[in-house]
């Protein structure tokens, strides 16, 4: 039995598609080396921007992310021109590719949909963990954020579990800094002037105090008169503090400002109730029965 023929088609096809699967796969190498490179030194560059632990584990996972979709694409463009130089048709391959993928799609369409929001809520940084937010209807501290759901916890201590694909709108009270907004109602004998510059001491005593001083970022900004309510004028003012913060200080505003209200004897109004007894179909009207005291 004469080999020569087969040896010569098999020195040919080394020469022809052997050389050039080993071109494929060595290019295929050098390809995700340097994704792994170019992602890491990008990363390594916009972490030393900020010095902040939350935001370098954001851009990490981001980075970890990009670096593994180029690589599976890099893969599958591979392995398509090797198996067309092994004489694999690879048209009918890539259309079963295309019908798997069509259904995983159809089948899977709420995970891509939470894995495609929660990575665009990443990358714009608009949540990270410890930020109290309102999102999808549910509200509290975020615990927990990756592609696929973002975790809160609330004030009562319940734990909310909100897919990333239900979040349409982000209400972010803790980015960058807060606001704590005062509605100070008082009566309307009071002179609203003296009002204002008693608000603006209790905000000086409060920055001066150790325990408040680095929460506040700016004196507080009395908006003005802001209505005439029903049984008082309303007052309108905000302070500006540190993300997370502006609960502790406005409760300790307000339990200030109502000890200095005492003490300068300014009304804080509370609503007024007319009773009527009524009348029966005689006229009479029921007994109402008054307990007078005399000091």
Known sequence: MDFNPYLQKGINWLLT?????VIVTV?????IRG??????????VVIKQK??????KRTQTLGSIVRTISIITILAVASIMVLKEFGIEIGPILAAAGIVGLAVGF???SLVKDVISGFFI???????????????????LVEKINLKTTILRDLAGNVHYVPNGHI???????????RYVFDIGVAYREDVDEVVEIVKEVDEELRNDPDYQDDILEPIEVLGLDQFGSSSVIIRARTTTKPIKQWRVGREFNRRLKKKFHERNIEIPFP????YMGQDKEGQSPPLRILREEK
Do not use: Y
């Open 17 to 21: 598609s052997g050389l050039h699967i």
């Open 27 to 31: 290019l295929a190498l050098i390809l």
């Open 35 to 44: 994704a792994r490179i170019l992602s890491c030194r990008l990363m390594a």
């Open 51 to 56: 010095e902040d632990p939350e935001f370098q």
């Open 107 to 109: 089948g899977a369409q």
């Open 122 to 140: 990443l990358l714009e940084d608009q949540i990270r963990v410890g930020d109290v937010v309102q999102i999808a209807g549910k509200g509290g």
């Open 168 to 178: 349409d709108v982000v209400t972010n009270m803790t980015k960058d800094f807060s």
């Open 272 to 275: 007024h109730v007319t009773l």
